[in-house]
């Protein structure tokens, strides 16, 4: 679908992204590991969220474990594409203590997104809300889907804008890199 000057210009008004007009695309895998931008570890912003009970949860309750946190919704294409993948990462690298931190920005919260859980068959991340999408904001996030990886220590440590397949081998072993070891290895 090619969309003219005004219609676009009318939907970037109405606070679309570039990344959810954009039809989710195959091959995003070797994409994703070439967007993957590194950084020197930083710090993180202070941010909040909630669980699937409302229940206030931050980044803290982590502590010690590498995070990949996605921020994500279920009316943005690229983000539902990369899902099944950010599953199916979790299951993979949960036995070494990652937590793929899902952050939805759905405005209907849970009750919107357990039924995508439930429909797309991910069973392997949490249910965590963003629904004013402070914590994207607070990340500086200009997209959806937008990643942040966070090593061991709580640094923030590599980004990725777009979506990825996140289980693929080579993205598995470069997030297995950035965590870090507890000594401060990055």
Known sequence: MLLGRRSLLSLFAAGATLTTLLPA????????????????????????????????????????????????????????????????????????????????????????????????????????????GAAARAFGARGLPTSVIVNRQGREVARLEGAAEWDEPGMLQALRALAGEATGAT
């Open 25 to 132: 695309r195959q091959g995003i895998a070797a994409e994703g590991l070439g967007k993957l931008s590194r950084s020197v570890p930083r710090p993180l912003p202070e941010f909040g969220f909630t669980d699937a009970a409302g229940a206030p949860k931050t980044l803290a309750d982590f502590a010690g474990r590498p995070v990949l946190i996605n921020f994500w919704a279920t009316w943005c294409g690229p983000c539902v594409a990369e899902m099944p993948a950010l599953d199916r990462a979790q299951r993979a690298l949960a036995g070494e203590g990652w937590v793929v931190l899902a952050l939805s920005s759905d405005r209907a919260g849970a009750s919107q997104v357990e039924p995508f859980y439930a429909r797309t068959g991910v069973k392997s991340l949490g249910l965590w809300l963003d629904p004013r």
